[in-house]
């Protein structure tokens, strides 16, 4: 059965235990399939759009067919993708809720009206995932209140319109591989650490005043020169480059709506 995140920001966990590991979060309005159930309020729930799957509190979902009568997801199809990082929106029977960039809410809603349209063109990501600068790291975290590497550059693809996976392990496994010296704005790099060659971190690469930077989530979303070794902060190589990727035009358009 599909069901909708009703909550700004649903936890989905390693296991079923409040302190067990977040792996991922499902924002409000997504579209969740529940796989199996667990004890108590516990639910095994998959992500409709990237597929990912973990643990969470049946409670923050509502049946789909009940947000329809809502008007939350209606049948014409009338949703649309919030897109600044925190908007506050009046939901019916729920009152003023704070919700963050990626939500899916009713179309019709007239707070709408002051939302920024994002370009569908992955070459502008990166001046997308600036206006997350600051946001906290948090692990398994998708949203200016937390957030961790591969969060924001799906987050960031999700906000015009494109899906990636979660990990960056998976990401590093789309698109079209591009060499060091050709890096444009929106390529997605990725990094290893000393002695792996294991990837575990990505971010994106963009050119400012003639000098290649990434942003990325490491501490907090930040800015730091690029160089061919890596991630260079205050003078130190903070991550080892791996490889880099271009999304533009092969990425999968995203689905609002369970078909």
């Keep these: ?37 667990g004890q108590g309020d516990w639910a095994l729930a998959r992500s409709q759009h990237d597929h990912y799957q973990g643990w969470l509190d049946q409670r923050m979902l509502e049946e789909i067919e009940h947000w329809c009568e809502k008007d939350l ?16 929106i009046n939901i019916n029977g729920r009152g003023a809720l704070w919700l963050p960039a990626g939500s899916i809410v009713p179309s019709s809603l007239n707070e709408l009206s002051k939302q920024a349209v994002c370009s569908d063109d992955l070459r502008d990501v990166a001046d997308l995932a600036k206006s997350f600068l600051g946001a906290p790291y948090l692990w398994g ?16 693809a999700l906000l015009t319109g494109h899906a990636l996976p979660r990990d960056a392990s998976e990401q590093s496994q789309h698109g079209q591989s ?3 010296s050709a890096l444009q704005n929106g390529d997605a790099v990725f990094f290893h650490k000393a002695n792996s060659t294991a ?3 990505v971010g994106w690469a963009f050119h400012e005043q003639s000098k290649l930077k990434v942003i990325h989530a490491s501490g907090e979303v930040r800015i730091d020169a690029l160089t061919e070794n890596g991630i260079v902060r205050d003078g130190l190589l903070t991550h080892e480059f791996n490889c880099a990727k271009r999304y533009s035009n092969n990425l999968s358009r995203l689905q609002l709506r369970s078909e």
Aim: charged share 15%; glycine share 10%.
């Design 199 to 201: 990837i575990s971190h």
């Design 1 to 37: 059965m599909t069901y909708i995140a009703s909550a700004p920001l649903v936890p989905v966990r390693a296991s079923a235990d409040d302190r067990a590991e977040q792996v991922t979060q499902f924002l409000f309005g997504e579209c969740v399939e529940v796989l199996e159930q």
């Design 141 to 156: 975290g998708r949203s200016v209140l937390g957030v961790d590497c591969s969060g924001l550059v799906q987050l960031c």
């Design 73 to 88: 997801h209606t049948s014409d199809g009338g949703v649309q993708m919030l897109t600044n990082p925190l908007t506050r």
């Design 178 to 180: 591009v060499g060091f």
